[in-house]
């Protein structure tokens, strides 16, 4: 027997079909920003589908917050170790 329901990644990869004209009307510099949305949204199939949402628009945001919020972490503590590095030099 077959798995009847859709899976998370199913609805993710369906979602991204609707807004495909959406990327479409992005300028050229833009469309490479939101495929990288949909990446980080896959990023966390996993997890997402382990919630099973009943609405998986909500999952894919949340998965797109989470990877949003871990990077721009990884941002600041690259700009506090460059801030600690001119703070020595200037002493």
Do not use: K
Not at 28 to 52: M, V
Not at 56 to 80: F, T
């Amino acid at each position: 027997m077959g798995r009847t329901n859709p899976t998370y990644r199913d609805h993710v990869r369906s979602i991204e079909e609707r807004w495909g004209d959406y990327r479409r009307a992005l300028r050229h510099q833009d469309q490479p920003h939101f495929d990288r949305l949909f990446e980080h949204g896959r990023q966390y199939a996993d997890a997402a589908g382990y919630q099973n949402p009943t609405d998986p628009m909500v999952a894919l945001l949340v998965s797109i917050a989470l990877a949003q919020e871990r990077r721009l972490a990884e941002v600041e503590q690259r700009l506090d170790a460059v801030d600690g590095a001119l703070d020595e030099c200037e002493s």
